[in-house]
């Protein structure tokens, strides 16, 4: 089991959502980043995707969040990431920040 791993993501925040400026709805994220997924799956580019929707400042850098340890991030995000292959995709995870996909890179 990886004590360490690589990986990028997408945020859509949403208005309440923890540090967001957002100003579109919960429901509003969540279809959108749910189109997202299945562009994904149908080929499209997950760090293109993320440079040009993500709410993170990783964002810019196509997602990417390097390399971090179990634990680093909030529970829900780290046992998403952590259970990925490398390659692989999540589903869309909900944490107190909004919605994200997650691709495993390393």
């Known amino acids: 089991?990886?004590?360490?791993?690589?990986?990028?993501?997408?945020?859509?925040?949403?208005?309440?959502?923890?540090?967001s400026t957002a100003t579109r709805s919960k429901d509003e994220a969540l279809t959108s980043?749910?189109?997202?997924?299945?562009?994904?799956?149908?080929?499209?580019?997950?760090?293109?995707l993320a440079r040009k929707n993500s709410d993170c400042p990783s964002g810019a850098e196509g997602g990417d969040l390097g390399k971090f340890p179990r634990g680093a991030m909030v529970p829900e995000f780290d046992k998403a990431a952590f259970a990925l292959e490398p390659g692989q995709v999540s589903d869309v995870?909900?944490?107190?920040?909004?919605?994200?996909?997650i691709q495993r890179t390393e």
């Open 33 to 48: 980043i749910t189109a997202m997924k299945a562009e994904i799956a149908d080929g499209a580019d997950f760090a293109d």
């Open 1 to 19: 089991m990886a004590s360490q791993i690589r990986a990028s993501h997408i945020l859509l925040m949403y208005k309440g959502s923890m540090r």
């Open 93 to 101: 995870i909900e944490t107190s920040f909004g919605y994200h996909l």
